[in-house]
């Protein structure tokens, strides 16, 4: 059983950042991307940022620029930095992991709320 544990999201102002973190505890993974998701109200799910295992990185145009996508494998970690934050990047920030090889799988965080809003 793989468990995604999500932190740091919250309420900050216009302009202001946050760093989320999510670490994935349970099994043991050979092979595997993580990512960053966000939904708002009345949207759809959709992919803020990704990393590969070798470190490749991708980034939604609307994110491109402020927010960064980081991982520690040695710790199962993944980070995204969020600066210079808008009121439309409110949403509820979900943690992913895809895992192929070992323990193959999609495996979600329970999310994580972020307001941005004077």
């Known amino acids: 059983q793989v468990q995604l544990v999500e932190s740091g999201g919250g309420l900050v102002q216009p302009g202001g950042s946050l760093r989320l973190s999510c670490a994935a505890s349970?099994?043991?993974?050979?092979?595997?991307?993580r990512g960053w998701y966000r939904q708002a109200p009345g949207k759809q799910r959709e992919l803020v940022a990704g990393?590969?295992?070798?470190?490749?990185?991708n980034h939604a145009d609307s994110v491109k620029g402020r927010f960064t996508i980081s991982r520690d494998n040695a710790k199962y970690t993944v980070y995204l930095q969020m600066n210079d934050l808008r009121p439309e990047d409110t949403a509820v920030y979900y943690c992913?992991?895809?895992?192929?090889?070992?323990?193959?799988?999609?495996?979600w965080g329970q999310g994580t709320q972020v307001t941005v809003s004077s």
């Open positions: 992913n992991l895809k895992a192929w090889m070992v323990n193959s799988g999609d495996y």
């Open positions: 349970g099994k043991i993974f050979t092979s595997y991307t």
């Open positions: 990393i590969s295992s070798t470190g490749y990185t």
